[in-house]
């Protein structure tokens, strides 16, 4: 749960912020081991944007989040202590969530707390990744690097993304119209035919009669219709939500025969440029699994990588790991994930193998946006050529019977 509290600091002054807890006295806790006394603490409403549709977390957009991380690293490049740095990138970031962020990042320095550690406290804007890579440059006395490295890694992962939902924006554009106009042919034109073709008492086809009968149940059910609808969306997004249906759902893009390979290399991409990054910053390769494990959405992916860090913490290599699981990655990241191990550039390789994958998903969803036209049209010619067809016939048998 998300809480806003304020609490007074022993210099006197009023703190604000947000933390997540199970609680109101967790929230409590934490703010006493910070040595603030708390004033009040209340539940935050919790807005959330849907991922889906803004790219954000918890309000912040991703483009924020890699502006973030980009200025802030270049200010300590050039030099500037990180509480400074901070200060002036709360003037310049127009998101006001992140703006707050900055704020309180600053106090929390003030009281001796590590930036990674700050950064815990604010789970929906900066992700276990963002953390992790951030402990990494603090322990290695490389900081801006690091924020570089995290910049670079959601800023790819951004453009992946945007890639495969620029591809399928445009067949849904078009079916989503498509649907549009029936139904307002149903309501409006197919009525008029009706009542033509029964004020002749003209025997009709089965084309034609299906399309009488959905028209009437569009109109004279419109009720049944709609709550139909909203039942099943409801259904399927209940359904989607819990372990079986996310568990089924996952495995059924994997396996559509277009979607499938372009879900495996995305998932791909995703996994060995996040280890990759977190290997170069020095972070172990267990934690840099389970951090990778994060980042992929599919629960199949998670699911291994959980898997897997815990066999490569008992001793086995990671080719062995993956190289078994051709249904999730596909050869390729297991034969180059071996070489890595063997001459000991696995960071170096997984990066390769994250920029070819990410090159194929480029291609693919190019070479998708050209053979969806033509197929498009061949469906919207095969649906207006059988409306066009169950409208004819009967005016044909109407025009000899006159």
Avoid: W
């Amino acid at each position: 749960m998300l809480f806003s509290y304020r609490a007074a600091g022993k210099d006197g002054k009023e703190y604000t912020g947000t933390q997540e807890a199970p609680d109101k006295f967790a929230v409590y806790k934490t703010l006493h081991a910070q040595g603030v006394t708390p004033l009040s603490v209340t539940e935050s409403d919790g807005k959330r944007r849907l991922s889906f549709l803004s790219f954000s977390f918890g309000g912040a957009k991703m483009t924020d989040r890699i502006m973030f991380a980009k200025n802030l690293s270049a200010m300590l490049r050039a030099g500037l202590p990180l509480a400074r740095a901070l200060a002036v990138l709360e003037k310049q970031v127009n998101d006001k969530q992140i703006r707050r962020t900055c704020t309180e990042l600053v106090e929390r320095l003030a009281k001796g707390e590590s930036l990674s550690m700050a950064l815990k406290s604010y789970p929906k804007i900066f992700s276990n990744l963002f953390v992790a890579m951030v402990a990494a440059g603090e322990e290695s006395g490389n900081l801006a690097g690091s924020l570089q490295v995290v910049a670079d890694q959601l800023d790819k992962s951004h453009a992946l993304t945007k890639k495969v939902r620029g591809a399928m924006m445009y067949p849904a554009i078009i079916l989503s119209v498509m649907v549009i106009i029936g139904v307002l042919m149903f309501i409006y034109v197919v009525p008029k035919l009706t009542e033509t073709f029964r004020e002749f008492n003209v025997e009709l086809p089965l084309q034609t009669k299906i399309i009488l009968g959905v028209s009437d149940f569009v109109i004279n059910h419109y009720a049944v219709l709609i709550l139909g609808i909203f039942a099943v969306s409801i259904g399927f997004i209940g359904f989607a939500k819990t372990t079986r249906g996310k568990s089924m759902i996952h495995a059924l893009i994997l396996k559509l025969p277009v979607i499938g390979p372009i879900a495996m290399e995305v998932n791909s991409a995703r996994t060995t440029r996040t280890m990759s990054s977190l290997l170069s910053s020095g972070v172990e390769i267990v934690r840099a699994m389970g951090i990778a494990g994060d980042v992929v959405q599919n629960v199949h992916y998670k699911a291994m990588l959980a898997e897997a860090a815990e066999k490569v913490q008992k001793g086995e290599s990671i080719q062995s790991l993956f190289v078994p699981r051709t249904d999730l990655y596909p050869p390729f990241v297991g034969e180059m994930i071996g070489v890595g191990e063997e001459t000991g550039t696995l960071s170096k390789v997984l990066f390769e193998v994250a920029s070819f994958y990410e090159n194929e998903v480029e291609q693919k969803t190019k070479d998708i946006s050209t053979i969806i036209e033509p197929v498009l049209m061949v469906v919207i010619g095969a649906g207006v050529g059988f409306f066009a067809l169950s409208v004819i016939s009967p005016i044909y048998s109407l025009s000899e019977n006159i």
